[in-house]
C-alpha cells in the first residue's frame, strides 16, 4: 500500500472541454440518438459512463471505445443491454489510458455514434449536466449512476477540533478500516493485521495487551495460508468481518472473510471467504475493497429498501441464513458501493450498487443513530465525507457533501468509526480516523459529530 495515493493520482486544473459534433443516418442514427457519452474518469482507473436517455433498451453489444488513437479499443461485452434511463460505466484501463489532452469516442460498426475530448485530467470526474443532454463539466465520480450536477458541500458536522488518539509510533504505516464496537475500536492494516484497541484513559486509544493482541493478530485466509490485504473490518453477532483486496501483493482478490477472535494464539484463520472478485467490475490489485460496513436486516426493510437483483422490495426471507443484515463494501477503484446479502453457506447475491460520489471509497460506517451510511475519501478527495439514506424509491441517495473537519490536515485517512450513542455528551459523540501514512508518528485522530 502506498503511503499516499495524491502522489499517484493527480487532481489537475481543469480546461474546457470540446465535444465533437456527430452526424448519423440509417439504422445507426437510432442508436445515436439515445446512447452517449455520459461521464470519463482519468485519474484512478480510467473509466467511460454511457447513458442511455431513450425509452427503449439498446443492445451495446460489440460496441467500441477507443482514445484519440484508432489502435486503442476496448470492445463491449457480448449481452450487454442498456436500458431505458440506465448508466453503465466500462473501465477501459487494461485496454487504454486516458490522459490530458485525450478523447474518448464511442462506436458502433464503424460509425461514430458519440465523442468527447478534453485539455485536463479530471478533477475527478467529466461530466455532462444534465445527464445525456448537457455540456461536460467537472464534478464528483458518480460512475454507475446520475451525474452530480451542482450539489454543495457543507462543512463538518461537528466541531472543527481534532487530536491524536494514540501515543506515538505505536502502529506504523498502512492502519486502515476502523470500527467501534462498545467499548473496543477494532482496526485493520493493510500489511494483514487486526488490532483489538481498548481505551487508553485519555480520549484515544491503545493495543489490548491480553490473549495475543499486544501486536495485533496476523490475518490467513481460510486453511492457514496467504497473507490478505485487510483494509476494512466490521463487527456482527456472527464475528469480525474484514474486507480484503488482494493476497499480499498479488493479483485482485476483492473478498470478505470471518474471523472468530475469541483466541490467544497470535493468528487467526478466516473461518469463511465470500470471494467476489467474479461479481463485480475487475479493477487494478490494490485499487478493490477499501471499507466494509453492515447494516441489519430490520433497518433495511424499515426503510423500504429495494432489492437490486429482485426489483421489489427487500425481504429477508427471500435468502437462507445470513446473518440478519446486508454487508456493504467500497471500493477505491471506481468510488462505487455495493451491497451482499452473504449467506452461511458461502453463497451470496449483490442487492445493491450506487456511486459513492467520490474519485474513490476508502470507508463505509452504518450509523444506527442517524439510519445514515457514511462514505469517506483520502487525501485523494481532499478529506471529504457522504451521507446516504433510503429514499422513496428504495434506493442509497446522497444525502450531505461535507468537507473534513477545518482543524484536520488533509491526511491519507483510510478508516472512520463512529461512536455509539451511549457516547453522546452534550450534544455531540467521538469519531475516529486512520492515517494510513501515521503522518507525524500518529495514526488515530479523533473529532466530534452532533448527535
Known amino acids: 500500500m502506498l503511503p499516499s495515493r495524491a502522489h499517484r493520482r493527480a487532481l489537475c486544473l481543469i480546461a474546457g472541454p470540446v465535444l465533437a459534433a456527430v452526424t448519423l443516418t440509417g439504422p445507426a442514427q437510432a442508436a445515436a440518438e439515445t446512447v452517449r457519452i455520459n461521464e470519463v474518469v482519468t485519474t484512478g482507473n480510467d473509466s467511460v459512463e454511457l447513458y442511455n436517455t431513450g425509452s427503449a433498451a439498446v443492445d451495446v453489444s460489440g460496441w467500441v471505445l477507443k482514445d484519440d488513437k484508432d489502435s486503442s479499443k476496448f470492445k463491449i461485452p457480448a449481452g450487454t443491454t442498456l436500458a431505458a434511463g440506465a448508466f453503465r460505466a466500462f473501465d477501459v484501463h487494461n485496454a487504454f489510458g486516458l490522459g490530458d489532452d485525450d478523447e ?3 462506436f458502433r460498426g464503424d460509425t461514430l ?6 485539455s ?14 448537457g455540456s461536460f463539466a467537472k464534478a464528483a465520480v458518480t460512475l454507475g449512476a446520475a451525474n452530480s450536477c451542482g450539489s454543495t458541500t457543507a462543512a463538518w458536522p461537528g466541531g472543527s477540533a481534532v487530536t491524536t488518539a494514540d501515543a506515538s509510533n505505536v502502529f506504523g504505516e498502512d492502519l486502515s478500516g476502523l470500527f467501534q464496537d462498545g467499548g473496543v475500536l477494532w482496526a485493520a492494516q493493510n500489511s494483514g493485521k487486526l488490532w483489538r484497541l481498548l481505551p487508553n484513559g485519555s480520549g484515544g486509544w491503545k493495543p489490548d495487551t491480553a490473549s495475543g493482541w499486544s501486536a495485533g493478530k496476523t490475518l490467513r485466509f481460510p486453511g492457514g495460508s496467504g497473507n490478505p490485504d485487510s483494509e476494512g473490518v466490521t463487527v456482527t453477532g456472527a464475528g469480525v468481518f474484514v474486507a480484503s483486496e488482494r493476497n499480499g501483493s498479488g493479483s485482485s482478490r476483492t473478498s470478505v472473510l470471518r474471523y472468530d477472535v475469541s483466541g490467544t494464539g497470535s493468528t487467526l484463520t478466516a473461518t469463511r471467504e465470500w470471494n467476489l472478485t467474479a461479481d463485480l467490475p475487475p479493477v487494478g490489485a490494490n485499487l478493490g475493497f477499501e471499507g466494509i460496513t453492515w447494516v441489519p436486516d430490520a433497518a433495511l426493510t424499515g426503510a423500504g429498501f429495494a432489492d437490486a437483483s429482485t426489483g421489489a422490495a427487500y425481504d429477508p426471507a427471500h435468502y437462507g441464513a445470513h446473518g440478519g443484515g446486508v454487508f456493504f463494501v467500497g471500493v477505491e477503484g471506481t468510488g462505487m458501493a455495493h451491497g451482499y446479502v452473504l449467506l452461511d453457506s458461502g453463497a451470496f447475491t449483490r442487492v445493491a450498487s450506487f456511486a459513492g460520489g467520490m474519485s474513490g471509497v476508502m470507508e463505509l460506517q452504518w450509523e444506527p443513530q442517524a439510519s445514515r451510511l457514511w462514505a469517506v475519501c483520502d487525501d485523494t478527495c481532499h478529506g471529504q465525507h457522504r451521507t446516504f439514506k433510503i429514499d422513496a424509491s428504495g434506493k442509497f441517495t446522497t444525502a450531505a457533501v461535507y ?3 477545518s482543524g484536520m490536515g488533509d491526511y491519507n485517512n483510510e478508516g472512520f468509526s463512529v461512536a455509539p450513542a451511549s457516547e453522546c455528551a452534550g450534544g455531540t459523540k467521538p469519531v475516529y480516523w486512520s492515517d494510513d501514512s501515521n503522518d507525524g508518528g500518529h495514526a488515530l485522530r479523533k473529532g466530534t459529530i452532533t448527535c
Open 104 to 106: 474518448a469516442r464511442l
Open 120 to 133: 485536463k485530467q479530471s478533477d475527478p470526474s467529466w461530466s455532462r449536466c444534465p445527464d445525456g443532454t
Open 113 to 118: 455514434v458519440d465523442s468527447f475530448s478534453w
Open 403 to 405: 468537507n473534513r473537519p
